[in-house]
């Protein structure tokens, strides 16, 4: 189960393809001079990297509001799980000190039955233990694609809006992206619009 708190903090979204490539229809001039030529292949090149903007991921994390509320929803329920496992094993550990003080007075027939008892306890608690980390780790599955839809959804519109053909993701933790130029980073702007929309859906949820 301790595996569950260890995914929950290695979350990470991925590579986000917002839009696909659309082909670009160029058409050059057989009169420009060299200078000319110099300042269109400028000018194309500054259009093309418009196209082509990033989101930072660890903020994304940090500051999305509902990506947050799901964490510690699920750190939660993992947390409820080890107290309740925790108390069947300690009950569990009760009666085993028990048996052992009373073992050498009981029948050999008593003692049977007593040890028979506990093996099959022994064995609920075992697969307790492993319904409860298969429950979490769907949970977990289920609450965090949620998350990634929203986030996909919402950027597909956003690309198309502004004309991106890409958004990618950056990460230290996970850099996929070597480097990236911070003019191209539209995190803040994604997480206050996420934010904005989650906000106003969480009243309307609760109704």
Not at 102 to 107: D, F, L, N, P
């Amino acid at each position: 189960m301790n595996r569950i708190l260890t995914n929950l903090s290695k979350v990470t979204l991925g590579l986000i393809v917002a839009a696909s490539i659309t082909a670009c229809n160029q058409n050059a001039s057989n009169t420009s001079s060299s200078k000319s030529d110099s300042t269109a292949s400028t000018a194309a090149t500054s259009k093309i990297q418009e196209k082509i903007v990033y989101v930072n991921s660890d903020t994304l994390s940090e500051k999305y509001v509902y990506f947050k509320d799901i964490k510690s929803k699920l750190e939660a329920k993992v947390k409820k799980a080890q107290t309740d496992l925790q108390s069947k094993g300690q009950a569990f550990q009760r009666e085993v000190a028990e048996y052992q003080q009373k073992a050498a007075t009981m029948s050999a027939s008593d003692r049977q039955a007593t040890e028979e008892k506990l093996a099959r306890k022994q064995d609920e608690l075992g697969r307790l233990d492993q319904n409860a980390s298969q429950s979490l780790a769907q949970d977990e599955a289920t609450e965090f694609n949620a998350v990634y839809n929203t986030i996909t959804e919402y950027l597909k519109k956003h690309a198309e809006e502004k004309g991106y053909q890409f958004v990618l993701t950056y990460s230290k933790t996970n850099p996929a992206v070597i480097y990236a130029d911070s003019k191209l980073d539209i995190t803040k702007e994604v997480v206050e619009a996420l934010n904005k929309e989650y906000s106003a859906k969480k009243p309307a949820e609760k109704k």
